[in-house]
């Protein structure tokens, strides 16, 4: 139980363009997923936290324009980054709590803008 | 400032010897959670510690929660090459995670 799933696992873009990330909760409701962000050899660093049907709340210093979040149901939660640059080559994560408040872990997305 | 302060940041040890990584903060946490992540690859948790003073064991991994519920410990015995990997500590604050900066633990045969 409790699994999560991403897509997809890795892209490559040109810069310039606007990839989307799908974060799902494959057995279980969550009503709140998180997405993180990780550089090599780093801890990770949380983005955002995305409740259904409400907007995300972004930590401080993300750029709510420059990655779009969509929480359509209780099991899918869609990270938009917007005109990608280089700068935001990463592998980004999410997250989803099931009920007992625990946090499991998407395999990550890696992004590779040229 | 980190509000969560994980020792050491890098390890590298043989096969079969014992080491100990500490995860310590000026912060309460409701709950401590640890996790290990390959590269590539998600984090996957090992456990979670609620109660200060728990001592929770895994194999040959035992946690421990201090009495305060301001830090943690993670034990690992006899180390294998298998337990290569990142480890990284997270304290549950406000519904959310605070990580710690991780600790890269090589495993040498």
């Known amino acids: 139980g409790a699994v999560v799933s991403q897509h997809p696992s890795r892209v490559i873009c040109k810069s310039g363009t606007s990839v989307k990330i799908e974060c799902r909760s494959l057995?279980?409701?969550?009503?709140?997923m998180f997405w993180y962000r990780q550089f090599p050899k780093q801890s990770l660093m949380l983005m955002a936290t995305?409740?259904?049907?409400?907007?995300?709340?972004?930590e401080q210093g993300v750029e709510k324009d420059k990655f779009l979040i969509n929480h359509a149901s209780l099991t899918l939660s869609t990270l938009t980054v917007t005109s990608a640059h280089p700068e935001d080559s990463s592998f980004y994560i999410c997250?989803?709590?099931?009920?007992?408040?625990?946090?499991?872990f998407g395999p990550g997305t890696r992004l590779t803008v040229l | 400032t980190q509000l969560l302060e994980q020792s050491p940041q890098f390890l590298s040890i043989q096969e079969g010897e014992n080491l100990t990584v500490y995860c310590n903060s000026s912060?309460?946490?409701?709950?401590l959670q640890w996790y290990r992540q390959e590269p590539g690859e998600g984090p996957v948790l090992l456990v979670t510690?609620?109660?200060?003073?728990e001592v929770k064991k895994l194999k040959r991994l035992t946690f421990q929660f201090g009495d305060a519920r301001k830090d943690s410990s993670l034990h690992i015995t006899a180390a294998q090459p298998g337990d290569t990997g990142l480890y990284l500590c997270?304290?549950?604050?406000?519904?959310?995670?605070?990580f710690g900066q991780g600790t890269e633990l090589s495993v040498k045969p």
């Open positions: 997250s989803a709590t099931n009920r007992g408040n625990e946090q499991f």
């Open positions: 057995d279980f409701q969550a009503t709140t």
């Open positions: 995305s409740n259904e049907g409400s907007k995300a709340t972004y």
């Open positions: 912060s309460v946490f409701s709950s």
């Open positions: 510690v609620v109660t200060g003073g």
């Open positions: 997270a304290g549950g604050k406000g519904g959310k995670l605070i």
